[in-house]
């Protein structure tokens, strides 16, 4: 065999293997994806919370929807926190209630979001480890149905609309959007499992 055949044989030989990830017994990798478990978790407190709305206003009209969310997305919120075992709000630079207020962190994670939604980027959730809990993030992007309430007063939102939000949300910052724009975060906490290494 010629020397330029037995480099090329050896070269292809070393580039074809991949490094296995590391596995445990049964098959599965050893460490979770919390990227997936954070998903999972907003989604499904996403759907919760929008199946309620959706079928308040088919029922009941947007006005009435706006009093469901002030009386309703807390506590269904927190059930979904409690069946998780994990911390679950949605946080804005711009909220219709103070209590959800981002913080610094939260803050510099909407900007971001807001930054690669600009550009065109793809949205991948931010998933931080610290102290034995895990920080998920992701954003809430507005869609058609959202500016009904999140809109603009006389163009998206309808007058008696705006009265109830003025009436419930006196400190209402959560207006002005359209569609396709980060109007917050999921900001999600749960425990990191222990890791066998």
């Given at each position: 065999m010629k020397p330029t055949a037995i480099v090329l044989f050896v070269l292809v030989g070393v580039l074809s293997c991949k490094q296995q990830p590391k596995t445990s017994v049964d098959g599965e990798s050893n460490h979770p994806d919390y990227l997936e478990i954070g998903r999972e978790y907003a989604q499904?407190?996403?759907?919760?919370?929008?199946?309620?709305?959706?079928?308040?206003?088919?029922?009941?009209?947007?006005?009435?929807?706006?009093?469901?969310?002030?009386?309703?997305?807390?506590?269904?919120?927190?059930?979904?926190?409690?069946?998780?075992?994990?911390?679950?709000?949605?946080?804005?630079?711009?909220?219709?209630?103070?209590?959800?207020?981002?913080?610094?962190?939260?803050?510099?994670?909407?900007?971001?979001?807001?930054?690669?939604?600009?550009?065109?980027?793809?949205?991948?959730?931010?998933?931080?480890?610290?102290?034995?809990?895990?920080?998920?993030?992701?954003?809430?992007?507005?869609?058609?149905?959202?500016?009904?309430?999140?809109?603009?007063?006389?163009?998206?939102?309808?007058?008696d609309v705006v009265g109830h939000l003025s009436e419930l949300y006196p400190q209402d910052e959560a207006i002005g959007y359209d569609v396709d724009q980060v109007r917050g975060i999921w900001s999600i906490v749960f425990e990191a499992e222990k890791r066998s290494e």
């Open positions: 499904e407190t996403q759907k919760v919370l929008g199946k309620n709305l959706k079928t308040t206003i088919q029922n009941e009209g947007v006005a009435q929807a706006v009093v469901f969310c002030n009386e309703q997305a807390y506590p269904l919120t927190d059930s979904m926190a409690a069946n998780y075992k994990a911390k679950i709000k949605r946080v804005s630079d711009k909220p219709r209630n103070p209590s959800n207020k981002a913080n610094p962190a939260e803050l510099g994670h909407i900007n971001t979001f807001k930054e690669k939604v600009a550009q065109g980027d793809s949205i991948i959730p931010i998933v931080e480890e610290e102290d034995g809990k895990v920080h998920f993030y992701t954003p809430i992007i507005t869609q058609n149905l959202c500016l009904n309430c999140h809109g603009t007063p006389g163009k998206n939102i309808a007058p």
